[in-house]
């Protein structure tokens, strides 16, 4: 019997992700009867307030992110199950002071010494406020369980995040450590794996002898906002390649998992993750564009000289067998002319066709994963159009999972912290994935240093170059 009664210990309790994300999702599962019996949040944070303050505003914040309506009864359960601790996380006397609280929680609100804690936190503190919970005996309780969720950036490249994974591994093992990466909490990406291995039409077709490439795609409408210092260190490399899109192209990509369990199927993605190559120097330029949008310059804690780039497009090969000689291209901007996430599979052209009206090539077959806003999928192929002239038209079936208002599909945060309660780590991402990941954009980072970082427009689709790149190899970007 899996036993989720726990303490959840919020690291960053005024926060903005706290605001936005972790406390509309604790509602959203209260109104779902999802959370366990035995439960209580304890947020700490530097600012001085009461339980009472804090508590309403977090009320304020679930009436505006929640996704499903105000229930008073339900929000007064959530609430008086919410405590505010104000201290610094270098404190030792806060630590103390959290020691005795949890006990009072296995008391009060039957927790069973269980601890779920959360580092919604600026990276600098993941380790320092780690090593802190050992120093004080917070985490020594035996016969219940300990895991540490850790929000991203897990590093800015591959020697901070071994760094930071050390000193992480000297207090949680790695099988209690949850890295998160919130786009594994979407429903479709989970979707990604039940299309693959749960039909039979999909999947012997998945390889380089019917398809053609692979698009995967990003874009947002909005630019960097109030995160400018953080982004200027990251970029879109960094911020939304090392791990979103390389996630999605390693599920998209990897050879059925023996089992559906997080050990089985994380095996896999390490193996596409090791697999991609990215070609060294001479020819970086047909491999990578980079981008940043008009206007980044004036953005709050921005350089005027920044470099930085917000658009990146990259076309990769994989070294294994199933993808010989495949391009993936992927693609992540901001200031783009539409919020959307997807992973079109294009499929090759029949080999031989008698339809004249095909000879310059048919439209391509093409399924499209919706990921965002719109959440399905899109199959298109060739059909004819009905009359006595012989044309060929591509039609698509098109399945919306999220068009009809009543399917309010749950917000990654929900899922991803029932997981943690479950001990079910498939949807985290493991320490291999993210070293690999890191090698892999090292490398690239630094292959194209010399590379040109172009000015686009806000409100289109990126710099020129990123058309160049695909349109020199005959495909051209989808976007649907
Ligand atoms: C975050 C990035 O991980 O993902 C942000 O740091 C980005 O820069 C965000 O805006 C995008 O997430 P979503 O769920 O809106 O696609």
Request: net charge negative.
């Amino acid at each position: 019997i899996i036993n989720q009664s726990c303490s959840m210990i919020i690291f960053g309790g005024t926060g903005d992700l706290t605001h936005r994300k972790l406390i509309p999702a604790l509602y959203h599962l209260m109104y779902q009867e999802m959370l366990p019996e035995g439960f209580a949040v304890i947020s700490v944070g530097r600012q001085k307030k009461n339980n009472e303050e804090y508590r309403e505003e977090l009320y304020q914040s679930v009436l505006k992110y929640s996704r499903f309506p105000m229930d008073k009864t339900i929000w007064d359960q959530l609430c008086e199950k919410i405590y505010y601790r104000a201290f610094s996380f270098d404190e030792g006397d806060g630590y103390e002071s959290l020691k005795a609280d949890l006990q009072q929680m296995d008391q009060v609100h039957h927790t069973r010494g269980n601890r779920l804690y959360y580092l919604a936190v600026s990276p600098e503190n993941f380790a320092p406020i780690v090593e802190k919970l050992k120093e004080h005996g917070v985490t020594a309780k035996r016969g219940c369980w300990q895991r540490v969720v850790i929000e991203k950036p897990f590093g800015q490249d591959l020697a901070s995040a071994q760094q930071l994974n050390n000193r992480i591994g000297k207090v949680f093992s790695e099988q209690d450590t949850y890295r998160i990466d919130h786009y594994l909490g979407k429903e479709m990406i989970q979707n990604i794996m039940v299309i693959r291995f749960a039909n039979t039409i999909f999947e012997p077709l998945w390889n380089h002898q019917y398809i053609d490439h692979i698009q995967i795609t990003a874009a947002e409408t909005e630019g960097v906002g109030s995160r400018g210092g953080y982004y200027e260190k990251a970029g879109a490399l960094r911020d939304m390649v090392q791990n979103h899109l390389l996630q999605l192209l390693a599920i998209t990509a990897m050879e059925p998992p023996g089992k559906n369990e997080a050990e089985a199927i994380r095996d896999e993605k390490v193996k596409i993750l090791k697999a991609i190559h990215f070609p060294k120097d001479s020819i970086v330029h047909q491999h990578v564009a980079l981008g940043q949008y008009r206007g980044y310059h004036m953005e709050e804690k921005v350089s005027p000289q920044s470099t930085t780039e917000t658009y990146v497009a990259l076309k990769l090969f994989l070294d294994c067998d199933r993808w010989k000689g495949v391009p993936f291209y992927i693609r992540t901007g901001k200031k783009l002319q539409q919020k959307t996430s997807q992973v079109v599979i294009q499929f090759k052209q029949p080999d031989k066709t008698f339809y004249k009206e095909c000879e310059s090539g048919c439209n391509p077959n093409l399924l499209v994963i919706k990921i965002q806003p719109e959440e399905g999928t899109l199959l298109q192929f060739n059909a004819k159009k009905p009359g006595n002239l012989q044309q060929i038209l591509p039609v698509g079936m098109n399945f919306c999972q999220n068009c009809n208002l009543e399917n309010n599909s749950p917000e990654a945060y929900e899922k991803l912290l029932l997981d943690v309660m479950d001990g079910d780590a498939s949807r985290f991402t493991r320490w291999d994935e993210v070293e690999n990941a890191w090698r892999l954009i090292d490398e690239i980072s630094s292959s194209c240093e010399a590379a040109l970082v172009e000015e686009y427009l806000p409100g289109g689709w990126g710099p020129e170059g990123a058309q160049q790149l695909i349109e020199r190899s005959g495909h051209r970007w989808w976007n649907l």
